[in-house]
């Protein structure tokens, strides 16, 4: 480890380091990275937007139905006491719960990733 540190200091006391790649004035390199903007096509974003919207809202809301009819499970199975059913209600809440999170960060992700394109 102290290999490691020994190096790193030596690369960050090193003046050419500091003079070639660090510099910003007049001894700096080039830019190499062009200046363009990535954008998506009006007629391929809006359609995509629908579409995705459309598909986070319907996951969204089988994710709410499936939560409510695993309450619904769980209170039919406590009161005639089958507990295999009630037992499955309760799985079906959490999983309806993960499945909502993981529809409603991933539909986030999807759609900063579109809008930062565009």
Known sequence: MSQFLHAAGALL?????????????????????????????????????????????????????GGLLGWAAVAIGENSERGGMAARGKKAIIMSLIAGVGIACTSGLVFAAYSMAS
């Open 13 to 65: 006391n090193d003046p050419h380091v500091h003079v070639h790649v660090l510099a910003d004035g007049p001894t700096a390199p080039a830019n190499p990275i062009p200046s363009y903007k990535p954008e998506l096509p009006t007629n391929v974003s809006k359609p995509t937007g629908t579409i995705l919207g459309w598909v986070a809202g319907g996951g969204l809301s089988l994710a709410v139905l």
